[in-house]
């Protein structure tokens, strides 16, 4: 065996986050199936005199992922990493703007791995190992200049579009906390790349007598983000595409899920 098969085999438990997004692409050559490259979204504004400034909390947030494959599971959890601006409008909720961060340098991958599709899956556990590599393939590795890591540390969501079936001002409902079914869609800037994305989110309005003290937002699907459409490939320290690892990671990965299911709850106050 050669030392390039041992070093594939240990990167493996990582193979969900990359598999589908090495096919076709060679190192010099740019992904075909990913979203044109983009720069930072601009910062959300309100759409009426009714829209109110609420700032992202980053306490108490948690930002998560799971992608399945059949002998292992892959978890990421970005827990504190959010921030960002909610304009939210309590008379029609669906006129609330918003742009949501999500910082990356505070990903953590952990793992559950099994000898085969029959057996049990083991505990869960973390390797050192798999999160330098994880962050090397997200562009924000140690080794990669600062000014590129900037570049790609951050997530950004977009709201475009709030639809629910239900009342839409806060005054139709009644109670110290109210919630809301919330469809929305938006933009979702990860590596560079910006592609659209729908949400079904649980907002709950928290109440101070007339007043909205915090909104609670929480996804009641996860979300799937599919890594191809992003970009995300296998790259070394210094970002580099890695070709030959991304080759034998599809051949290897064939059944591994296409997209990261991410999950969102993360609270917002008055500004």
Known sequence: MSRARPALLRALPFVALVALAASGCSKDEPNPNAAPVSSSLAPAKPKTEAGKPYAVEAQGAKVSFTMDAPIEKIFGEADGSTSGELFVDPEDVTRSTGLL???????????????????????????????????DWLGIGKD????????????????????????????????????????????????????????????????EGDKVAAVRVKSTKP??????????????????????????????GKKVSKDAMVSLDFQAKPK
């Open 101 to 135: 961060k999500i910082d990356l340098d505070k990903l953590v991958i952990y793992q559950q791995k099994r000898a085969d599709e029959k057996a049990e899956f083991g505990e869960r556990t973390k390797s050192d190992l798999q999160n330098e590599h994880a962050r």
């Open 144 to 207: 990669v200049a600062e000014a590129e890591r900037q570049k790609r540390r951050t997530i950004e969501f977009k709201l475009s579009k709030i639809e629910t079936a239900g009342p839409k001002s806060v005054a139709g409902l009644t109670g110290a906390e109210r919630t809301m079914k919330l469809d929305v869609t938006g933009d979702l800037r990860l590596n560079e790349r910006t592609a659209p994305k729908k949400a079904e989110l649980e907002v709950t309005f928290v109440m």
């Open 223 to 252: 979300v799937a983000v599919n890594l191809d459409a992003h970009d995300v490939r296998p790259r070394n320290a210094l970002g580099v595409i890695l070709q030959k690892t991304a080759d034998e990671l599809t051949t290897l």
